[in-house]
């Protein structure tokens, strides 16, 4: 195996030179090269369904429970769950939650909500940018509507 080393400020220099290379002429005569900003979102939770049925004694309705998993920081996008009735059981970690017209509160594992037939949340976030956190959450819909709507990008 050949190894080679090379000191980081030759490798910095070609990485400008390679840039200002590339770069459209009117910014190669200037000497001004434009750099790439990247810009973080936070990461987003994942829902995994457990179990969908159709309710026997409720003819229209469907039992929906799902996991959602919040990685460390990770926030939702503000959504709506159609007509469904949620129920949400915190199994591990601390969620800050909020559904529109209401205040923002805090919910620790062994904690749960509900929210009503056509509620808007608008912040459901992992409070810790370290652990994990994670919710059981029970919908309760008409047959065949989405569990979770997000809303449009502006």
Known sequence: MIRVRCPGGFLAAGLVAAAAACA??????????????????????????LLEQALPN????????AIADFPPGARAVPHRHGKAFVYAYVLEG??????S?????TYRQ????????????????????TKPAKLLVIFISNTGDEIKVDDRPR
């Open 24 to 49: 459209p002429s009117a910014e190669r005569a200037t000497g001004m090269v434009p750099v790439a900003v990247t810009v973080s979102q936070p990461p987003s939770e994942t829902l995994s369904p």
């Open 58 to 65: 409720v003819e229209g309705k469907t039992f929906t429970s």
């Open 94 to 99: 601390t969620l800050r939650s909020q559904i």
């Open 101 to 105: 017209g209401e205040p923002v509160r």
């Open 110 to 129: 062994g904690e749960n909500w509900v929210e009503p037939p056509g509620a808007h949340h608008v912040l459901t976030e992992n409070t810790s940018r």
